[in-house]
């Protein structure tokens, strides 16, 4: 390979990479593409300038290659997650996040735990069998509250997979988390790069500790998911290259991915954009890399394109997490400008995914949507 993948940049929100004196040739491309098919794994150096190389001819033989994968894997069956976003209180304050705790100018609200009861009621009679309950980093949720909260819904639904998406906590807090019955765990690293980790967010918070909650997750015996911002503030291929190999070291059952979307309150309101087509690109890589992921096409993909969910789907995901949180409250859990679904109630944007799925040749299934390995974790 003529490229020196470690030297490489990228320009935020561009899609065209560096000179193209650096750049692979589609054949060379391809190839790095079949390779990772066949054994799953590239050197670093490699996938930097794969990613690199993103261009539309490399893009449409990654997506043709990952949907035959996942229609191998997953058939034309698309899972349903209802997301229940009960606070945007957030004791951090990532630079790029629109509910950061410097952000005076958030709405901020909690639901209490009759609200989230009465969303899971919905979602249960809409077709959900996973509720995901995700909020900002809020100390008012103790350990015991969430343990409750867990066990009520255990109870009430106990057909229903439980998903949290609460931020870093104590080993001690996950395992009783997971006792009291829940299934999977979604933390997104953000990014695996050290340097990139430290442009994104301010120096109390660490990715070693991030990592290290992954991994506890994993341990204990979650579906744990891990995930990244693509076209963030300062990221390169080379960083997005790390992001793989971190998921190729940690094994997720499930890699959210979305495009960096500016906040107007935030440190980063003037930075670009991500850029779909990147988004669309390592969606693609990331089913080839690792073909039983549970990839969701995520609502910040469905807010820089109106066909955002569909062209997630086509290039690989096969997971997609509507909103269930009141409708009085949705606009406020904003963590990037131009947020979609945020005035539609439940059902109508239930229906509204269905045609949306439909329309590229995939239903929704009502059932938990269990990453494959499941029954073999420890319970
Ligand atoms: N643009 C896109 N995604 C964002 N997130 C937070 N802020 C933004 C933004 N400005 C993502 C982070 C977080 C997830 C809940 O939302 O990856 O983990
Ligand atoms: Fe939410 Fe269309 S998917 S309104």
Not at 131 to 147: C, S
Not at 173 to 193: I, N, P, Q, V
Not at 273 to 293: A, C, F, K, T
Request: charged content about 30%.
């Amino acid at each position: 390979m003529k490229a020196d993948a470690d030297s490489m940049t990228w320009k935020t929100g561009d899609n065209i990479g560096v000179s193209e004196c650096m750049r692979l040739t589609v054949k060379e491309g391809k190839w790095l593409i079949d390779r990772l098919e066949q054994e799953h794994e590239l050197s670093k150096a490699e996938m930097a300038a794969l990613i690199d190389a993103n261009c539309s001819e490399l893009r449409d033989y990654a997506r043709i290659k990952a949907r035959a994968i996942g229609d191998r894997q997953y058939g034309k069956n698309i899972y349903i997650r209802g997301l229940i976003e009960f606070t945007n209180y957030c004791k951090n304050d990532c630079y790029y996040c629109g509910i950061r705790c410097s952000n005076t100018k958030a709405d901020r609200y909690r639901l209490s735990k009759e609200d989230i009861m009465a969303c899971c009621r919905e979602g249960k009679k809409l077709g959900f069998r996973t509720f995901v309950l995700q909020g900002g980093e809020d100390p008012y949720y103790t350990e015991d509250y969430i343990v409750d909260l867990i066990r009520q819904i255990r109870t009430d639904y106990p057909d229903c997979a439980i998903t949290l998406s609460i931020g870093e906590r104590e080993r001690e807090s996950y395992e009783r988390f997971r006792k009291a019955g829940a299934d999977r765990y979604l933390l997104r690293h953000e990014t695996a790069a050290e340097s990139h980790y430290q442009k994104l967010h301010p120096q109390n918070l660490s990715l070693r500790h991030r990592k290290q909650c992954l991994w506890n997750l994993k341990d204990i015996g979650y579906q744990t998911g891990c995930g990244f911002m693509v076209g963030s503030p300062g990221q390169t291929a080379d960083h997005l290259a790390e992001d793989f190999q971190f998921i190729r070291e940690l094994q997720p059952e499930m890699v959210g991915i979305g495009p960096f979307i500016p906040h107007s309150d935030t440190p980063f309101a003037g930075e670009m954009q991500g850029s779909m087509e990147l988004v669309l690109y390592l969606l693609s890589l990331l089913r080839i890399q690792q073909p039983d992921l549970l990839l969701p096409a995520t609502t910040a993909l469905a807010t820089v394109h109106p066909r955002g969910r569909e062209l997630g789907i086509e290039a690989g995901a096969n997971v997609v997490m509507p909103n269930l949180s009141p409708v009085g409250v949705r606009d406020k859990y904003a963590l990037y400008d131009g947020k979609v679904c945020t005035g539609e109630e439940a059902a109508e944007c239930r229906s509204c995914l269905e045609r949306r799925i439909e329309s590229v040749g995939y239903r929704i299934v009502v059932n938990r949507g269990d990453h494959c390995s499941a029954k073999l974790m420890k319970s």
